[in-house]
């Protein structure tokens, strides 16, 4: 079940990609620009980005299970970053961005998936894949590495070209500290979405023990 669940999955997460970067070329000709900026665009934002590692996650370990990759990508602490990061994406969209827009068509198929049904299902893959007594409290670290690397990656992206994704992180309109503050929050509110993820692995109660396929 776990597999059928995880190959369905990754094939959902590949689509919407699919469909969110055929938007985002459509925006891209609307105004007339091309491919390259289109893909500029697309690779700038952390659903996108969070989403083909939700895909890559899920794929590797499925077309090479007994790679060293594969076999990395399976890792417990590995599907929990994951999962806490997608989780974020969910979170974060819906209490802070999805008033913002009003997306349409393609792009409200893509945003819902992306958005919502993915992140969903992925902590659903999660809590099927991840052994009890698999995770420790230092696990909570290594999802940290991820959004930083993010942050740094859109700070240096908006000094080269003036355009923040984010309204939170655009050091234009708030400056460095407030910016600064404003990753602090998200990245103190992934550590408790990790947490609770780690704390119901370590809870031999919170859920019956899930064994590996």
Known sequence: MKRHFANA???LTWIALALQFYSTIQWSWARGGGLLEAAWMYFAFFTVLT??????VLTIPLAFPQSQIGRWCDRP?????????????CIAYNLLL??????????LVADVLLHNVIPVAYVGYWWLRVPCDSLKWRD???????PVVYFFYEFVRGAYSGFFPYPFLNVAQLGYARVLANAIAILVGLIVIALVLIAIKRDR???PAVASP
């Open 51 to 56: 989403n083909l590692l939700v895909a890559f």
């Open 140 to 146: 909570v670290f290594p999802v940290t590495i991820y």
């Open 98 to 107: 999805r008033n913002l827009w009003n997306p349409q068509g393609v792009q």
């Open 205 to 207: 109660r919170a859920l």
């Open 77 to 89: 602490v590995v599907v929990t970053a994951v999962a806490a990061n997608i989780a974020l994406v």
């Open 9 to 11: 999955l990754a094939l």
